[in-house]
């Protein structure tokens, strides 16, 4: 099986043709393509400035020497491999994004990989990177590599906060034990005819015709 044709939409899914032993076949998925898809491809806009001769590759001696800001500046969307041999290779579609908010489509000419004729100093990685595109296309297409989509939780409705109040606390019952010195003194003032003075007042014992015992609090 070999990927002939790959291309990621604007909607970020994926259109490719590939040809094994029943003849060719396209697809055209309908889930969106992985953030690793996305990198392969990515990594082919250096050569894109290289093969169209843009002004990003003036003087430049690597494909690493990219300026900064090259991927708000070009996009390779897809790539036809062609060829057989030595003769294989690739074109390379995209497009620039021209100050003017306008867009210039792309395509770069088509460049073999392994012929010694070829005027492109970077056909080795050209061709590799072709290949880990086509690894990520395959997984799309064979093994569901697809992106997964974080879906959104519902939420339950905001309720009422709930007043709670506390039982209410029944008052307590308190007795004031009876102390007994207290309760012997009186009955002894009781049933004496002493009479105390206090403060300068004389007190007298109470009478009375049976005797009772009060309890004072303490």
């Given amino acids: 099986m070999e990927i002939k044709k790959a291309k990621v939409t604007k ?110 100093q970077f056909q080795f990685e050209l061709e590799q990177a072709i290949e880990a595109c086509s690894y990520e296309v395959n997984e799309y297409i064979f093994n569901k590599k697809w992106k997964v989509v974080q879906q959104e939780l519902p939420f339950a409705e905001e309720q009422s906060p709930v007043e709670v109040q506390a039982d209410a606390i029944p008052e307590a019952d308190i007795t004031v034990p009876a102390n007994p010195d207290i309760a012997a003194f009186q009955k002894v003032m009781d049933e004496s005819k002493v009479t105390i003075e206090v403060n300068g007042k004389q007190i007298k014992p109470r009478r009375s015709h049976r005797s009772k015992t009060t309890q004072l609090a303490s």
Avoid: Q, W
């Fill in 11 to 120: 909607d970020n899914t994926l259109v490719a043709t590939y040809s094994d032993e029943t003849g060719t076949v396209t697809v055209e998925g309908k889930n969106l393509v992985t953030n690793d898809l996305i990198n392969a491809f990515k990594e082919l806009i250096p050569h894109m400035a290289f093969l169209c001769e843009l002004k990003e590759a003036d003087g430049k001696l690597s494909l690493d020497e990219m300026p900064d800001n090259i991927e708000s500046i070009l996009e390779v969307s897809g790539y036809t491999v062609g060829g057989d041999g030595d003769s294989r290779g690739v074109t390379l579609t995209g497009k620039r994004f021209l100050k003017s908010n306008k867009v210039l489509n792309l395509n770069a000419p088509f460049t073999k990989f392994a012929d010694e004729n070829e005027d492109y």
